[in-house]
């Protein structure tokens, strides 16, 4: 006769559609139960896609037919609607928050290049000057850049809980891989090794009572964006893009994966919108027109800001002074980030 033991590591192979987590660890499976050769499981779910129970029925069969024993496995499928979010999204899977952080809200991308670390940097700045407590974390790995653009070069220490201590830049708690290498220094980890690091950046940091963690995320739907989505519950993203059809596309890629683990999007944030010359005050399109503002629409989410190309958010930037600091009336760009954070505190209060 199996025994439950056996059961349940059968089920911990079995991963949840589009996932490289289990059922188990997921806390989906309620009870197993065990006469002579007849195993009946109980599997508790929210979601509206009926393919998500199917293809699981199909895993747990294959698994448990597997050890030796079982004779007439049983499925009882308890399925239940997800929670309504702004999005009436769909699959809903539990997920934990992080000790310290009352809110957190993801910064995406569908693609580098748009300026993401800079919105993210930026954001944090004007929620913190808001009054709020803020905290930012680098979850780009490959590409780390929060360093550099808060002028840092602080080594982070271990507390007696071997907790990472964040560093502490113009009022904001800064976790980053770049405060842990040389400026030339690569960081060469597969996708296993990637999502630990990830995991640790999240759950081993002593955020310190923070009403905001904003987390910076790599560009793309790749591995660590789906370790984020299944560690931590988001109280929601904002989707950095740029006016052109290129970037857009992408940009409606990282939508959908947010959508599918049912994470609202607070809304679009347009980078690099327009120039504006400082010579004669004309406004040049470089990238395109209105590409952020259709998109919005077309999802039904807000269109939070667009930010103009200036030369002193570069330079801001480069060193370590994000341009979010400076005096809203003296910088278009700093008048925008501001106006998106007020948006942000008003959609999403701590």
């Known amino acids: 006769m199996p025994s439950e033991s056996e059961i349940h590591a059968a089920l911990a192979t079995v991963r949840y559609p589009g996932f490289s987590r289990d059922i188990v660890s997921f806390g989906l499976v309620k009870g197993v139960s065990v006469e002579g050769g007849k195993v009946t499981i109980e599997i508790s779910l929210a979601t509206r896609d009926p393919n998500i129970p199917r293809l699981i029925h199909e895993q747990v069969e294959a698994a448990l037919k597997q050890v030796p024993g079982v004779t007439e496995p049983k499925l009882n499928f308890d399925i239940k609607e997800p929670p309504n979010t702004a999005q009436g999204n769909a699959a809903s899977l539990p997920k934990s928050s992080i000790p310290g952080v009352k809110r957190i809200i993801a910064v995406a991308s569908g ?10 940097s930026n954001l944090a700045v ?22 550099h653009m808060f002028g840092s070069n602080e080594r982070p220490y271990q507390n007696e809980e071997q907790q990472i201590v964040p560093i502490e830049r113009y ?33 081993q940091v002593a955020w310190n009572d923070l009403d905001y963690l904003i987390l910076d995320l790599p560009p793309g739907t790749g591995d660590i964006q789906l370790t984020i989505v299944q560690t931590v519950a988001l109280d929601g993203t904002v989707i950095v893009t740029t006016p052109q059809e290129v970037a857009l596309i992408d940009a ?10 049912n994470v609202p999007i ?11 010359c400082p010579s004669d005050g004309q406004i040049y399109h470089i990238f395109g027109k209105g590409g952020g503002d259709h998109e919005a629409k077309r999802l039904g989410v807000p ?20 341009i979010a600091l400076e005096d809203t009336a003296k910088s278009a760009s700093s008048k925008v980030f501001h106006e998106i954070a007020a948006k942000l505190r008003a959609t999403v209060a701590a």
Request: aromatic letters at 6%; one cysteine or more; glycine letters at 12%.
């Open 252 to 261: 409606r890629k990282a939508v959908t994966m947010f959508q599918k683990v």
């Open 266 to 276: 607070l809304g679009i944030i347009e980078n690099m919108s327009y120039f504006l």
């Open 303 to 322: 269109l939070l800001g667009q930010i103009p190309i200036e030369m002193t958010v570069r330079e801001a930037g480069d060193e370590g002074h994000p």
């Open 171 to 203: 009022g904001l708690q800064l976790v980053s891989m770049g405060f842990l290498l040389d400026d030339d220094s690569p960081v060469i980890v597969r996708g296993p090794v990637a999502t630990r690091y990830t995991q640790q950046f999240l759950r």
């Open 126 to 147: 004007a929620l913190s000057k808001s009054g709020a407590r803020v905290g930012l974390c680098d979850c780009d790995l490959y590409g780390p850049s929060i360093a």
């Open 111 to 120: 693609k580098g290049g748009v300026g993401k670390s800079t919105v993210a």
